[in-house]
């Protein structure tokens, strides 16, 4: 785990979990007993089976070998994959020497519990923090919606397993979920983000995980950072999205944004228990009718988009206007990585509608720049942009 500055805050009752849940969160994750089924199958790396009376059942592997700061649940042959990778020999990213550099800080945020706010100014494209996840899982298992007992004792067994610091700090995120789900799976399901391990996830693919200072951050539905994942790294970035003033807080997006204001608060409230507030959810008459239509209809483009589905247009102009068009309305909601999609996936489409190749090539690069701002320069988009440029220009020069 990397040594970020989770401030002394994090186990502080100020709206996040109190003192009594924490204790006996930590009580109940160290008893052993009947409901203990786990076997040891390896011990560098530390690999344990989740319960030895079912035959192909899930695993716990700890990482790196020896120290076990975080904890990946898996099954058994996949995790034997991840436990060769030479990424857990790469040390993870240390915390600024000096904490007065640090460019975040974990702070009151009023009724949201705690949140991330800017200690400095930070500029359009700067990474603002980089850390490992504590707890990372196949979203298959980790059935947060199921609330017996049984899943409880699952992912408890597997946090048991995690060095004090990680487990402290996993525990003292904050649980959202209503008393009758075990406070374990209720604080993973309240505090997980996305992990893209491949580089296109597939639904059978998919994995999530939760990170003692990247959790902490609140949503707003204009976020003013991304939230990326670099599977070379193996760590959970956020990039600052545009400007961010000394003392702002920092946020991102928990659901699809591009949604009207209504579905995007109902999924919200299902999956993290609170109404947003933020200030385009509080937009009302006619500018909330107007930023509805404009996050509708970007849904629209970029589902076209994405399955190559643009109906021809009887002229290149046509769609060029309509995608122009479209970049204005994700640069007025705010949306740079929507912008970004829209310039990748529209310098394919525009391909496609006959559009000349230089105008094409101009739509690649400044995608490549937005990716670049949004996910950072080694990103996957990033690098398969820079293949696609050269490509273009290459084509384009031996004309
Ligand atoms: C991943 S946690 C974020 C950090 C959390 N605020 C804390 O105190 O640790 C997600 C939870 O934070 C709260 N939250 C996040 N964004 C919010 C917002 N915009 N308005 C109100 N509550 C919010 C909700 O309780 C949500 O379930």
Redesign the pocket.
Known sequence: MSDHPVPGSVCDTR??TSVTELESALQTLSVTGDDDTTRILSEHPRIVLADSRLKGSPCFLYLPPGKNEFVLVDYLKSLRTVASWPVWNQPAPSPPSDPESCSYRIDM?F?????MYATRALKAGELIVEERPVYAMRRQIIRGEDQTHENGIFHRNAVRGLCPKSRAALMS??N?YPPDVHVVPGTLC??YLQLDITPEPDVMNEFVGCFPVL??????CSPNANYYFSFPSFTGQFWAMRDIAKDEEITIGYCRLIAPRRQRQADLRDR???T???STCLLSGEQLAQSDERRTKLEKLLTTLETNSMPKFSSPTGALQLLEKALGWAQQEKLAVHQAQILFYGSNALTVQGTSPDVVLDWMKRARELFKDTEGERSYNVRRLDDSIQFAERMLYRR
């Open positions: 709206g996040s945020a009724d949201k519990g705690l949140g995120l904050k959202s309240t505090n959790s902490r951050a609140n949503h707003a993290f228990f609170f947003c507030t933020c």
